[in-house]
């Protein structure tokens, strides 16, 4: 196998550059740039516009960095690694008591399995409805606005994403995609919520017939 400082990587480097500048130059003609313009993106005259373009295009190729949220419009993006079991997760989080500081036994791969795997940075919400919504209405409500419920395991990476202060006001926050039935037949669901002792991770259960409080904020995804 060639080494990365072989005639023949050197050559593939070069061809690589010269067809990535070339279809960039054609592009920002086809926007109405000059040629002189074009050129002056290799001098320090360019510099900026040119430390922009390699920001937008690394951004392109791996994504925007992550975390973030805009204020604008109220997106957190976060990464979530599915192949951790939130076992691994929540003891990752916990090493940072603005994380959590405290879990709930109920919190476990057997209670809340996950079959997906990778790694994908997703982008979200808190979600208000401001009044009480049963779970059939907010599974609705996320169908008809394009939008996917969370999960235990989007919640525990959006508290390590996110740690204290960060959050603070917008507690009691569930993972409203996916529950736990226990022998009653009441439904358990993972939350974050802030008390004296600081954040942690606590179960919430309803019976199905009972409705989310109209305080509550549920974590939801962009499809």
């Avoid at 401001?130 to 990476?157: C, F, H, T, V, Y």
């Avoid at 358990?188 to 109209?214: A, I, K």
Wanted: hydrophobic residues 40%.
């Amino acid at each position: 196998m060639a080494s990365k400082n072989t005639p023949t990587a050197i050559v593939s480097g070069a061809y690589w550059a010269a067809n990535f500048f070339e279809k960039l130059a054609s592009g920002l003609r086809s926007r109405g740039w000059e040629d002189e313009r074009i050129h002056a993106l290799v001098t320090q005259q360019g510099a900026e516009e040119m430390g922009r373009g390699v920001a937008a295009f690394v951004d392109a190729i791996a994504g925007p960095s992550v975390p973030t949220f805009d204020p604008a419009t109220g997106t957190f993006r976060w990464e979530v690694d599915y192949d951790q079991s939130i076992a691994e997760k929540t003891a990752e989080s916990e090493r940072d008591s603005k994380s959590l500081a405290w879990v709930t036994d109920y919190a476990s791969d057997a209670k809340f399995p996950d079959n997906r795997s990778g790694k994908r940075v997703v982008a979200g919400r808190i979600k208000y409805f401001n009044k009480s919504m049963g779970q059939d209405e907010i599974r609705q409500w996320a169908w008809d606005n394009n939008k996917i419920l969370a999960r235990p395991k989007e919640l525990i990476n959006f508290s390590r994403a996110f740690p204290r202060p960060a959050l603070d006001n917008d507690m009691p926050l569930a993972a409203p995609g996916q529950f736990w039935t226990d022998a009653d037949g009441d439904r358990r669901y993972l939350c974050l919520n802030h008390v004296d002792t600081g954040r942690g991770l606590s179960p919430e259960w309803l019976h199905p017939t009972e409705e989310w409080p109209g305080y509550w904020g549920f974590l939801v995804l962009d499809k």
